[in-house]
């Protein structure tokens, strides 16, 4: 089975979170929680599903992660850019992304 972990957007101001093992929204990838059997898959929908109901997040979605050396990556290339910023000079306060992590 593939790891995978919980992700969605702050409802207050849109920004990609993951849930972590303390059970808080952060701001990090790395710092996610991560689900390595059916089991926990399961508890993190159920959880996703209940911040949604909340109000505290919206777009919740369990996505598939691989760990290497440490590091979490997304498999895909959109959850590869919410967890590192955008691809270009976006704002004042959003670096782009690291070009390494991103690329698949």
Do not use: C
């Amino acid at each position: 089975m593939v790891d995978k972990v919980l992700t969605a957007n702050r409802l207050t101001d849109g920004v990609a979170v993951w849930l972590s093992a303390s059970g808080e929204w952060v701001t990090s990838l790395q710092d996610a929680l991560v689900a390595r059997h059916a089991e926990a898959v399961a508890a993190l929908e159920e959880i996703g599903k209940k911040a949604y109901a909340d109000n505290k997040v919206v777009d919740v979605a369990v996505i598939e992660v691989q760990e290497t050396g440490g590091v979490l990556w997304p498999l895909r290339l959109r959850e590869r850019i919410r967890a590192q910023g955008p691809t270009m000079e976006y704002a004042p306060g959003y670096k782009p992304a690291d070009p390494q992590f991103i690329a698949v």
